[in-house]
């Protein structure tokens, strides 16, 4: 198995002791896992940039399916974050993921009661179906 995680610096953002770049597993799980530690100010094109390594790391696991915990929480105007994705982000996000071609399940991981939370969610998924082709 293998995980990924894009997410802010553990000085600055919940859960704040763990998810730190060294942890990368332990055990037969050495090297199964992946944390990406993103300063306090991200835009798209910082967060494509991450997810491009990530991706690059699923290819070389070549896995069966993925399971994506979408954070909507990256969202600009999000009271938890301090990131500015916009909608287009989220849906050039989605396409990128459903260019894997891999099964995918999607669960919501975070995103709270901003006005822009069903757009950005409606583009991710545009945006995957696009990429897997079904649009």
């Not at 994506?68 to 009271?79: F, I, N």
Request: hydrophobic residues 40%; contains cysteine; aromatic residues 12%.
């Amino acid at each position: 198995m293998f995980t990924a995680s894009i997410h802010g610096r553990p000085s600055f953002a919940y859960p704040y002791f763990s998810v730190f770049a060294e942890e990368t597993g332990e055990g037969s799980g050495q090297g199964g896992n992946l944390n990406l530690s993103l300063p306090e100010s991200v835009d798209g094109e910082a967060y494509r940039v991450a997810l491009g390594t990530v991706l690059r790391w699923v290819k070389r696991f070549a896995p069966t399916f993925l399971v994506v915990c979408l954070g909507l929480d990256t969202a600009k105007g999000d009271l938890t974050s301090s990131w500015s994705l916009r909608a287009a982000d989220f849906e050039a996000n989605g396409r990128l993921l459903g260019e894997l071609g891999l099964p995918t399940l999607v669960v919501q991981e975070g995103g709270y009661d901003i006005r822009s939370l069903g757009v950005n969610a409606r583009n991710f998924f545009s945006g995957l179906a696009q990429g897997i082709g079904l649009s």
